[in-house]
């Protein structure tokens, strides 16, 4: 993230990576956001649907990929300043174009139709193909927006985040796919945890003792 904040060509799409990695969308849910999903008072953003585009060029919308997937999901204080940037940057239309009833979409491609996942796909294919040629001893493992999102998921659980929420927040329909699709244990997770249980049970027996 650092690099594409400071690169003088992909800079432009750092908001775009940064709502992604913060919110745990999936980039079709991403790319189907308008300016009507965007709650800035209450800080939330309204995922209801998501944005198509078939190999001929057509776009339609759909539902989440899961019932589960119609979800508010918390702006943390990075992604908000990032959708404001977004807003602040995008291209102000006279016409806005429809897609099945949805228009004012968040993100424009350069022919001012609304971004699909093809377009960020490519965004961090080409990002990755830079870096890797400007720091080949250096290598980062293949990044996409899947990755974020699984980023994400990781990052929620092992922040302490329980299960439940987690999945409300992923969109998953089961929460068997929340523990054993994105989340990871390790060794320094599962010491942390095991401190924690054991520092509290050994103050509890310690009050116990004083109070007896």
């Not at 990929?65 to 404001?84: A, N």
């Not at 965004?123 to 990044?143: S, T, V």
């Not at 998921?153 to 329980?162: E, F, I, P, Q, R």
Request: include cysteine.
């Amino acid at each position: 993230m650092g690099f594409i904040r400071n690169d003088k060509t992909y800079a432009k799409y750092y908001d775009e990576f940064v709502v992604l990695l913060g919110t745990g969308m999936r980039v079709s849910e991403f790319c189907g956001l308008t300016k009507s999903d965007l709650d800035f008072e209450s800080r939330k953003i309204r995922v209801d649907h998501q944005l198509v585009r078939e190999r001929g060029g057509k776009y339609y919308v759909e539902k989440t990929k899961t019932e589960c997937g119609c979800r508010f999901i918390p702006m943390t204080e990075e992604v908000y300043r990032s959708l404001k940037n977004i807003l602040v940057n995008r291209k102000k239309l006279k016409t806005e174009m429809i897609v099945d009833g949805y228009s004012s979409f968040l993100l424009l491609d350069k022919d001012d139709k609304p971004k699909v996942a093809l377009h960020i796909k490519n965004e961090m294919r080409w990002a990755m193909k830079k870096y890797k040629k400007l720091y080949p001893d250096k290598p980062l493992p293949h990044i996409t927006s899947h990755v974020f999102r699984h980023t994400f998921c990781t990052n929620m659980a092992n922040a302490g985040m329980d299960i439940k929420t987690l999945q409300y927040v992923m969109g998953h329909s089961d929460v068997g796919v929340t523990l054993n699709v994105y989340t990871h244990a390790s060794y320094d997770r599962a010491a942390e945890q095991m401190a924690k249980i054991w520092d509290f049970k050994a103050d509890a027996q310690g009050k116990q003792r004083k109070s007896g």
